[in-house]
């Protein structure tokens, strides 16, 4: 399977944030077909995304269902969450 933008290959020729995000839409799209919204669970998405971007997946996602993501610093997140799990030093808190 070929994924490209416009006339380039990504696979070959993208960045890490084109290809991360090449992916990520076709996950998104894949979930939006299925019969029943699946558990949705994003490692470390927004790390490759602008805020623009980050601000357009969660607006996508928030009527998906359930999602969980992860993130290395809460600042990543381009909204409130509905429940925040925060791990530091090994342990939840």
Known sequence: MLIAS???DLRQYGSQ??????VLSLLLAEAEL???RPLLLLDDVLSELDPGRRQV??????????TMI?????????MEPAQLV??????AR
């Open 86 to 91: 925060e791990v530091e030093a090994g342990s």
């Open 6 to 8: 416009g006339d380039r």
């Open 34 to 36: 299925l019969p029943a």
């Open 70 to 78: 992860t993130a290395t610093h809460r600042s990543a997140l381009p």
């Open 17 to 22: 944030g084109e290809q991360r995000l090449a």
């Open 57 to 66: 997946l969660a607006e996508r996602i928030a009527g998906m269902g359930q």
